[in-house]
């Protein structure tokens, strides 16, 4: 028998027998806040739910709604709140709704998140995303129950498999999850748990499973992958080998990773710059701060000369390397002389890019119970003038491209010009219009024109 819900039906599925039950109205909508980390364990997220009979609707119809959630900085977890009551209201608050809260806020909020939005029911921590399809499958078929997956597992948990057919032209692989560096400002130790890598075998069969329905380019994927397998001394096996094994699948254009703890950086994966052709001349190293004292206080384990001399050692092995960072502004204490110091050691290390936030009080971390907070207006002034000289940094790097021959990764149809889309080495955006292109290539081009944040190119005529 198969059975009909209405989205506004009370408590429709009579479950006496519920082999008879069929559900059909099983659509999802799932919206994604935070880093890859979360975007890529969404993707997982909906291959189960793929896998389970599931089809994905827009919020306005969607029966069941999946937040994965973020609470890297507190402005995300406002986001989170607003977007239930959104839902709630959209939905007239119907019972039948189910939504589910996942990620780093629902690890920190927990249960509590059950008795505010009446409709949730499934709350899971970035461990508990493996079993959430099956949790979702139990409550649709049992209205009353609420249920919460927040433990941390002791090992690396693998997800759902890839679906067979075409992989995107550029994918994102997960090499270990978790962080227990304990950066004074930071949450993550407290909603992803300690580091937990991922099995080799287990990464590289992913790998090349990817290669081999179409990606062209892949980033590694973890807090500090730099960390990779530290907390497995048995396996005998380091970042850097790890990168080599990736590096060597046939086929595989392009090899990125993300995020590198400066601390953790091996001489051995600075040699894998010079070494490995497809190895990206990119890599994304967070600073935090230029302040030797700022640094200490946020335990980060190196000093700004440090930080420097791997910047040198980098450039040297690679002479075209960029690099981009992460920046936080009026971290407790910070001063004039300490914010100079930051400005002073971005111009050191030439950033082409950085992400930079002002300090956000996190619950439970060491930080929070620093007293000399610094202004939000003092932080809001330092944001504008690093962000400003950052976004000269970033246009006079793209503007500095105009006219050199380069190779752009094709990703896909691009909205302009009906043209296409795809990245440059250092993963800048690049748009053509050419007869050439097709997904997955690896085009030769010369770029014509630098905007803001992207570039465009034509077809180079010779390679
Ligand atoms: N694992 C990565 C970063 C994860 S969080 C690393 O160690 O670099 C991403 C970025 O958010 C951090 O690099 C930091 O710049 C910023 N961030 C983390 N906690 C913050 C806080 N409490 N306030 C402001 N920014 C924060
Ligand atoms: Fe947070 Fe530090 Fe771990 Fe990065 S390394 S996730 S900033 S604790
Ligand atoms: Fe946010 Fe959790 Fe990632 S706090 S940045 S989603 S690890």
Redesign the pocket.
């Known amino acids: 028998m198969t059975k009909r819900l209405g989205r506004m039906q009370n408590n429709p599925l009579q479950l006496n027998n519920p082999d008879e039950v069929t559900v059909n109205d099983r659509t999802y909508n799932i919206v994604t806040f935070g880093c890859q980390m979360n975007v890529n364990e969404s993707a997982w997220l909906e291959r189960g739910l793929k896998r389970a009979g599931f089809t994905p609707a827009p919020e306005d119809s969607a029966r069941v709604h999946i937040l994965n959630t973020c609470s890297?900085r507190a402005k995300p977890v406002q986001k989170v709140m607003s977007l239930l009551g959104r839902i709630e209201k959209l939905t007239n608050a119907d019972p039948d709704v189910l939504v589910a809260v996942g990620g780093c806020v629902a690890q920190q909020v927990g249960e509590q998140f059950f008795k505010r939005f009446p409709q949730v029911r499934l709350v899971f921590g970035p461990d508990g995303t493996a079993n959430a399809p099956a949790a979702l499958e139990r409550l649709l078929a049992e209205p009353g129950l609420k249920l919460s997956l927040l433990d941390f597992s002791a090992e690396y948990v693998d997800k759902e498999p890839l679906l067979n057919g075409p992989a995107p032209t550029s994918a994102y692989v997960d090499i270990m999850q978790g962080?227990?560096?304990?950066?004074t400002?930071?949450?993550?130790?407290f909603t992803?748990g300690p580091k937990k890598s991922r099995p080799k075998q287990s990464v590289l069969a992913e790998c090349r499973t990817l290669v081999e329905q179409g990606s062209r380019e892949i980033t590694l994927l973890g807090?500090?992958v730099n960390a990779y397998a530290l907390d497995q001394p048995d396996w005998n096996i380091s970042f850097a080998e790890l990168l080599y094994e990736v590096a060597a699948i046939p086929g595989l254009l392009r090899l990125r990773f993300m995020?590198s703890?400066p601390k953790d950086i091996a001489p051995e994966v600075i040699d894998a710059f010079k070494d490995l052709p497809n190895l990206c001349p990119r890599l994304h190293l967070?600073l935090?701060s230029g302040s030797n004292r700022v640094l200490e206080r946020?335990?980060?384990g190196y000093t700004v000369e440090r930080y420097l001399e791997i910047v040198s050692a980098l450039r040297e092995a690679r002479p075209e390397l960029e690099l981009s960072t992460?920046i936080i502004v009026g971290f407790p204490g910070e001063t004039e002389a300490d914010f100079e110091a930051t400005m002073l050691a971005m111009q050191n290390a030439r950033f082409i890019d950085s992400f930079s936030f002002c300090y956000s009080d996190r619950p439970g971390t060491k930080s929070e119970r620093f007293l000399d907070k610094v202004s939000s207006s003092v932080a809001l002034d330092r944001l504008a003038r690093l962000q400003a000289w950052q976004t000269n940094q970033r246009e006079a790097f793209l503007k500095s491209q105009v006219g050199k021959q380069t190779h752009m990764l094709v990703e896909s149809p691009s909205k302009r010009n009906n043209g296409w889309q795809g990245r440059d080495p250092y993963g800048h955006i690049v748009n053509i219009v050419s007869e050439q292109a097709l997904p997955g290539r690896l085009l030769p081009v010369t770029i014509i024109e630098a905007k803001k944040h992207s570039l465009i190119a034509k077809e180079a005529l010779n390679d």
């Open positions: 890297v962080c227990d560096n304990f950066c400002y930071c949450i993550v130790p992803r807090q500090n995020t703890h967070p935090q946020m335990n980060r992460d």
